[in-house]
Structure formats: C-alpha cells, structure tokens
C-alpha cells in the first residue's frame, strides 16, 4: 500500500491557476499509474488525469488543454497544474496510486473556484 498527501487546494478566481501535490511514500517509478480525480458535491468522483510509471499521460477531456500531470522522481512527487479554472473545476481533489492492483487514496484537498 501507498501512503499519499496532498496538498496545494484552495480558493481562486475564475480564470486563475492552481498546482496542486501529492507526495508518495514510495518511489513513483515502482507506482504503475499515478492519478488526479475529482469528487463535486453530488457527483461521482471522476479520473482528471493520470500518468503511468512510463510517463504516459491522459486527461479528461473537460480539462485537456487546461491541466497538467508531472512529477518529480526526486521528491516522489505528482503535480497537477491547472490552468484557465472554471467554477465547474470546484471540487475536493484526490490523488490514486495503482500499485500491482491495490489502489490507495490520499485524504484529498479543496479546490474551489468562485469570483
């Protein structure tokens, strides 16, 4: 299992940018997908983004464009940069480690984007 935290959540205007992080207690190479989803009140949690121990990445298709998966090996660090926030984006963030088909979830952080 994987201990992860976020951090980076807050309140923005619309239009703003937010980075958010997710520290690993493991070295992210040995993670099989690394991922960003999202849980708005009412709605199902959804996958924002993700990357794979190989560096590939997707996005949903409400944020390409707009957001940014990355990590830094040294740090055992996710980020997801997000640009261009709409109101839509409010939402309590969760990071996801997959790790040899055991998923674990961070204790997730606030994003909320209001004028």
């Known amino acids: 299992q994987v201990q992860l935290v976020e951090s980076g959540g807050g309140l923005v205007q619309p239009g703003g940018s937010l980075r958010l992080s997710c520290v690993a207690s493991r070295t992210i190479f040995s993670i099989d997908v690394m991922g960003w989803y999202r849980q708005a009140p009412g709605k199902q949690r959804e996958l924002v983004a993700a990357?794979?121990?190989?560096?590939?990445?997707n996005y949903a298709d409400s944020v390409k464009g707009r957001f940014t998966i990355s990590r830094d090996s040294a740090k055992n660090t996710v980020y997801l940069r997000m640009n261009s926030l709409k109101p839509e984006d409010t939402a309590v963030y969760y990071c996801?480690?997959?790790?040899?088909?055991?998923?674990?979830w961070g204790q997730g952080t606030q994003v909320t984007v209001s004028s």
């Open positions: 996801n480690a997959q790790l040899r088909g055991m998923g674990s």
């Open positions: 990357i794979t121990s190989g560096g590939s990445t």
